[in-house]
């Protein structure tokens, strides 16, 4: 795993500086660059294959082609066969070089066989194009804006991206809005106006001097969910996926540096983790856990992690996580353009890729097993809207959005189907006056819906509703949350993340099954609990989905450091916030009343991550 960044200009300049330095913590090994033609292409380079021979901005044998590549090809080595028998000459063992033959040999069509995550800009000498591609899932970043004069910039990350192109931090609202009320921006839209992602599974053709940009999509989730569905019809054994989860983590492991996985203890890390140790040999598996200061057992998942780990024989490496850590990590995931990242357990994520990071340079996980398999409990419940939708109505008035069964009431009393599924992962912790105020300011709330119904109305009509809501969350919720999320606080410890249980050979198969294979009895993942039932203990197969729970609001009221930090934060004269909310609103966050709530604590962490944002905004902070 790697950063790029770079530009096609109007006129390329031989000492335009690309400001590298900004990725650094994305690829400390090197940081190089290239002038080609129009494009500028940068890299900086976290060393995982070939680690001798692999350095970037690299060209084929011939020169025709210079890429910077940011990710894995796990099906490099059959692709590298298939393409020496069709002539073509490598020079190196890199997975890098196999994506300009792929290239050569088939164009932008021969980018949907490539098996990986990636983000790569790829300039052809022969027509003078800059191609610039992400892989199906989204599994890696890639953004990009245009310039004043029409140039077109790119990069991993925003702030880098910034930095270069010079442009307008002006913010896009309705994005800001989105990222409060449903947890992230919809579609290809960030929290600046200017500034798009690449869409998944696309490639964006940018012509010499970047005179004209083509978007082409060469890979769909949709088409390959489509294309198994009939595959899949009449069910699967536990033995077939076995072998699919299993040939997944297998191609998934392909590295020259040491590699581990995180633990939660949950079905899916814990699958992930007992298929690694499958493959035998060599030392025990060092695993990842994390466990909170002052958290009861009941609420720590470091338990289960250290049941699955005496149980596979893994070496376990447990990380606490205090008010101290929120004090000093904070500030690094959301004090810069990148920001905000106001979900408490990016903090958790961060220091245990810290930790990690001390042994290996690669870790696994189980991310995008609850896609894949229907895992989320919205999955298996979502059905009964329809018959329980009016005494649901009535429910959620009394419950509100308390606790799992007040979730659940809201979501099922929405009768359409996109206000519904919106609901399940809405945000309870956004301040109601700073959404007011961002209406007030131009925010459009139907945005998000109009993008969700577009992508419903566009789904086969054979599906069912829980394909269409696994789908659709593969489009949305992963790439624009939780895997921007997992990349960022990876990267900023230098370590790879790669998450198995999202693949393009497994994940659309899985996706495709009958949901009677997928749920049983208001239980998914049935497929994975059924295959690796007989080996992974009981109680992590019984046990019920959860997240990362702390005492976040103990920690606000008691801890002096993390309580003085938010207080400055919030209650300066100076504060951002203060242009969208008064600062008696500002105040009542940080009230002991307020933070003894599990969502107030939520609202009021919301809030300081933020105003952290927003000042570097402010300053044009690119890195904190």
Request: net charge neutral; aromatic share 6%.
């Amino acid at each position: 795993m790697c950063g790029i960044i770079g530009s096609v200009r109007r006129r390329p300049s031989a000492t335009e500086t690309l400001g590298l330095a900004a990725l650094g913590h994305r690829g400390p090994d090197a940081q190089t660059s290239a002038l080609v033609g129009s494009a500028h292409l940068g890299h900086a380079r976290l060393s995982i294959i070939d680690l001798s021979s692999g350095n970037q901005p690299m060209s084929d044998v011939h020169g025709l082609t210079t890429v910077v590549f940011n990710g894995e090809i796990y099906n490099h080595l059959e692709l590298r066969q298939e393409l020496t028998a069709r002539g073509h000459e490598f020079a190196t063992r890199s997975d890098t070089e196999v994506i300009l033959a792929a290239y050569l040999a088939w164009g932008v069509a021969g980018f949907a066989r490539l098996r990986g995550m990636y983000a790569f800009a790829l300039h052809d000498r022969r027509d003078g194009n800059t191609v610039i591609a992400r892989d199906p899932f989204g599994i890696k970043p890639l953004f990009w804006t245009r310039g004043r004069d029409g140039s077109v910039f790119f990069a991993s990350e925003i702030g880098a991206l910034l930095g270069l192109s010079g442009g307008s931090t002006d913010l896009d609202l309705t994005s800001v809005l989105e990222t409060l009320v449903s947890r992230h921006p919809s579609g290809l839209n960030t929290l600046y106006e200017n500034v798009k992602r690449v869409e998944p599974g696309t490639a964006l053709v940018v012509a010499p001097q970047a005179n004209a940009v083509i978007h082409v999509r060469f890979a769909s989730v949709t088409e390959e969910v489509e294309r198994r569905r009939l595959e899949a019809a009449g069910g699967v054994s536990p033995e077939e996926v076995r072998e699919r989860v299993l040939d997944s983590v297998e191609h998934h492991t392909l590295a020259d540096v040491p590699l581990g996985c995180f633990l939660s203890g949950g079905l899916d890390s814990s699958v992930v983790a007992q298929a690694l140790v499958s493959r035998g040999g060599g030392e025990p598996l060092n695993a990842y856990a994390v466990g909170f200061e002052g958290a009861s057992s009941e609420a720590s998942e470091l338990p289960y992690a250290r049941m699955v780990a005496e149980h596979l024989g893994a070496r376990l490496h447990p990380v606490t996580v205090g008010a101290q850590d929120f004090v000093a990590l904070a500030p690094r995931l959301s004090g810069s353009l990148n920001g905000p990242f106001s979900e408490p357990a990016d903090v958790a994520m961060l220091k245990l890729s810290l930790r990690a990071a001390q042994d290996v340079k690669v870790v696994l996980s189980g991310e995008g097993g609850d896609e894949s398999f229907a895992g989320y409990p919205k999955y298996a419940v979502d059905g009964l809207a329809r018959p329980l939708g009016p005494a649901m109505r009535l429910g959620s008035r009394w419950l509100g959005r308390r606790g799992r069964l007040g979730i659940a009431a809201d979501a099922l009393s929405e009768p359409g189907r996109a206000a519904r599924w919106m609901r399940w992962f809405a945000n309870d912790d956004a301040p109601p006056s700073l959404v007011g105020a961002l209406v007030g300011a131009g925010a459009r709330p139907e945005r998000a819906r109009n993008w969700v119904e577009d992508r419903l109305e566009g789904y086969p009509r054979g599906w069912s509703d829980l394909q269409r809501m696994q789908v659709l969350d593969l489009e949305s919720w992963l790439p624009n949350n939780l895997l921007h999320r997992g990349d960022y606080t990876t990267m900023q410890a230098s370590i790879e993340q790669r998450v198995p249980l999202l693949d393009a050979r497994l994940t659309p198969w899985a996706v495709a099954l009958p949901g009677r294979v997928k749920i049983q009895r208001l239980r998914g993942k049935m497929p994975l609990r059924q295959a690796f039932g007989d080996r992974l203990p009981r109680a992590v197969l019984e046990r019920p989905k959860s997240g990362f729970r702390l005492p976040l609001g103990e920690w606000l009221v008691g801890d002096p450091a993390l309580r003085s930090m938010s207080r400055d934060l919030l209650l300066s004269p100076g504060a951002r916030l203060r242009g969208w909310m008064s600062g008696a609103e500002l105040e009542a966050l940080l009230a002991p009343a307020a933070l003894a709530q599990t969502g107030g604590a939520k609202l009021a962490w919301t809030a300081v991550c933020l105003e952290l944002w927003l000042q570097a905004v402010h300053s044009r902070a690119v890195v904190a």
